[in-house]
């Protein structure tokens, strides 16, 4: 039997680009964002980025990424 190995999260954010998915779980999106876990979902919340199927919640990456857009900051050069 094959041991699953622990991916990085560089790995993991390779992975993603290469097999681009719609949907992901809290725990690999708090891996992917390098983020707490309570923090990805209280901000897919608040994207309205999250799709509820039973006692299963998946977030919608592409709703997730345009709100988490809204909070760029751009310095401004004086």
């Not at 790995?11 to 876990?37: D, N, S, T």
């Not at 994207?47 to 299963?56: G, H, L, P, Q, S």
């Not at 709703?63 to 004086?78: A, G, N, S």
């Amino acid at each position: 039997m094959q041991e699953k190995k622990s991916m990085t999260i560089k790995e993991m954010r390779h992975e993603v680009i290469e097999h681009p998915q719609k949907f992901i779980r809290y725990k690999e999106g708090a891996k992917l964002y390098c983020m707490c876990q309570k923090k990805f979902e209280r901000l897919a919340w608040d994207a309205n980025a999250v799709y509820k199927i039973n006692t299963m919640c998946l977030v919608n990456l592409e709703i997730f990424d345009k709100y988490l857009e809204t909070f760029h900051v751009v310095q401004r050069r004086r």
